[in-house]
C-alpha cells in the first residue's frame, strides 16, 4: 500500500527557509513521478514542483528561483527546500505520486496529509 508522510512544516518569517520532507512507503519514488502542492485558505490547490523518474524537474513560476525539489533515492524521500518565503507562500503543503514514471499526464493519485506553512510579514 502506497503511503506518503510529510514532515517539516512551521511558521517563519518572510525571508526565511524552510525544509520539506516526505517520507513514501510502498513504492519506489525513483521511479514515479513525484511532487509538491500547496493550497491557501480560499483558494485553489495549485502545483509547486514535479520532477520524473529521469529527474526532469519542474517548478511554478512564482516559486522558481526560491525552491528546491530533490529525491533521496536511497531513503525513498522526497524534499522541498524553501528559501526566501514570502507570506503568499502560507498554505498547506502536499507531497504526491503518480506510479507513471513521466508528469506529462500524471493524475497524482497518491497524496500525503499535508503540512502547515506559515509565513509572517
Known amino acids: 500500500q502506497v503511503q506518503l508522510v510529510e514532515s517539516g512544516g512551521g511558521s517563519v518569517q518572510s525571508g526565511g527557509s524552510l525544509r520539506l520532507s516526505c517520507a513514501a512507503y510502498?513504492?519506489?519514488?525513483?521511479?514515479?513521478?513525484v511532487g509538491w502542492f500547496r493550497q491557501a485558505p480560499g483558494k485553489e490547490r495549485e502545483g509547486v514542483a514535479t520532477?520524473?523518474?529521469?529527474?526532469?524537474?519542474t517548478y511554478a513560476s512564482s516559486v522558481k528561483g526560491r525552491f528546491t525539489i530533490s529525491r533521496d533515492n536511497a531513503g525513498n524521500k522526497m524534499y522541498l527546500q524553501m528559501n526566501s518565503l514570502k507570506p503568499e507562500d502560507t498554505g498547506m503543503y502536499y507531497c504526491?505520486?503518480?506510479?507513471?514514471?513521466?508528469?506529462?499526464?500524471?493524475?497524482?493519485?497518491?497524496w500525503g496529509q499535508g503540512t502547515q506553512v506559515t509565513v509572517s510579514s
Open positions: 520532477v520524473n523518474s529521469l529527474t526532469v524537474i
Open positions: 504526491a505520486a503518480d506510479p507513471r514514471p513521466s508528469c506529462l499526464h500524471a493524475d497524482f493519485r497518491y
Open positions: 510502498g513504492y519506489t519514488v525513483s521511479t514515479y513521478c
